[in-house]
């Protein structure tokens, strides 16, 4: 059985720093990309970042380039996203989501075979 368990939400303030974590079970996480999705009421939920199962290139949504990270230890079958600068609009649940063999449209939500259960994150201003 495949579990991702997201952890590392809670309350900022604006300007302040998150560093999320999904530790994942019951799949070869190296033959897995790695997403992180996030999510708002009403809302579609959206591409943050990606990162391939060799732990290659990484992928991330124009808006977050540069305050964001993601990083992956294969070791310890855990995805990270270290969240920087962060502003009130990066408000939202995140996700965390593994996409078997995927290393093209790591950004399109559907091509992932699992999610976690989300975090939530809120930045105050």
């Known amino acids: 059985q495949v579990q991702l368990v997201e952890s590392g939400g809670g309350l900022v303030q604006a300007g302040g720093s998150l560093r999320l974590s999904c530790a994942a079970s019951?799949?070869?996480?190296?033959?897995?990309?790695m997403g992180w999705f996030r999510q708002t009421p009403g809302k579609e939920r959206d591409f943050v970042a990606a990162?391939?199962?060799?732990?290659?290139?990484?992928y991330y949504l124009d808006s977050v380039k540069g305050r964001f990270t993601i990083s992956r230890d294969n070791a310890k079958n855990t995805v990270y996203l270290q969240m920087n600068s962060l502003k009130p609009e990066d408000t939202a649940v995140y996700y965390c989501?593994?996409?078997?063999?995927?290393?093209?449209?790591?950004?399109?939500?559907?091509?992932?075979?699992?999610w976690g259960q989300g975090t939530q994150v809120t930045v105050s201003s």
């Open positions: 019951g799949l070869t996480f190296g033959s897995y990309a």
């Open positions: 990162i391939r199962g060799s732990g290659g290139p990484t």
């Open positions: 989501a593994a996409g078997r063999d995927l290393y093209v449209s790591v950004k399109d939500r559907t091509r992932y075979n699992y």
